[in-house]
């Protein structure tokens, strides 16, 4: 889904959106090191499971600092490098044609190398990290434009097929329009939007709306056409 976010020519949009450099690797974890320095990657690496199927190992996420350390991952998964953002990442809600976005606390950004080996992290875009009402830097808490949200989630729509779905957006430290997708979600959990209930059932009625717009359109035209119209040939 993020090879999708890759290929976006977003024009006017206040912002350029692209995604981490990454590496999907599947093989022997003794193969690692060799593949991630044939892709260019750049340490630190932040690893996360290519399975995602709602248990707590499919969450569970890891931060490689160096090239040795590689090999006590546990493939398959997929090997990002990490961007510096402020410790903060932008939770967007695309519900139909609404946009909802939260703050949440995110990893500290990495200045230099703080340490060997591979360090676990949790769920860093759990509910109970909500950032919205900590007192942060104007330039880190911030919310996207909401221009780019809206040409983001417009091509997203169109090229993934999905109506819901969310997306974690992190914007990288000392580059205000430059923004990186991390992770894509369909159908996500969204009792983290604040005011949910309504979101979702304007979705469904808008749903239920369309829907009932296409039967009439569908039944005039088959009422009003004589090729489909047995009575208009006898």
């Given at each position: 889904m993020l090879q999708v976010v890759a290929k976006l020519k977003l024009r006017g949009c206040?912002?350029?959106v692209d995604i981490p450099k990454q590496?999907?690797?599947?093989?022997?974890?003794?193969?690692?090191?060799?593949?991630?320095?044939k892709a260019g990657l750049k340490l630190p690496l932040v690893a996360k499971p290519l399975i995602a199927d709602g248990t707590a190992q499919s969450h569970a996420m890891f931060l490689a600092f160096d090239e040795l350390c590689l090999t006590s991952l546990s493939p398959p998964l997929v090997l990002q490098e990490f961007v510096n953002h402020g410790g903060v990442l932008f939770k967007v809600y695309v519900v139909g044609d609404s946009i909802r976005v939260v703050r949440r606390f995110s990893l500290p950004d990495?200045?230099?190398?703080?340490?060997?080996?591979?360090i676990a992290f949790p769920r860093v875009s759990s509910a109970s990290a909500?950032?919205?009402?900590?007192?942060?830097?104007p330039e880190i808490a911030e919310l996207p434009p909401c221009e780019l949200l809206e040409c983001l989630s417009k091509e997203l729509r169109r090229r993934l097929g999905l109506r819901i779905f969310n997306l974690d957006l992190i914007r990288e430290r000392g580059a205000d329009d430059r923004?990186?997708?991390?992770?894509?979600?369909?159908f996500p959990g969204?009792?983290?939007i604040p005011g949910y209930e309504y979101v979702f059932t304007d979705f469904l009625l808008n749903l239920a709306q369309s829907k009932a717009e296409r039967s009439c359109s569908t039944l005039s035209h088959n009422v009003e056409d004589p090729i489909t119209d047995p009575l208009k040939d006898k």
């Open positions: 206040r912002g350029h590496l999907v690797v599947t093989g022997d974890s003794a193969m690692i090191p060799g593949v991630v320095a990495i200045h230099k190398q703080v340490g060997n080996g591979v909500s950032a919205d009402d900590a007192d942060l830097d923004y990186f997708i991390i992770d894509i979600n369909y969204l009792g983290k």
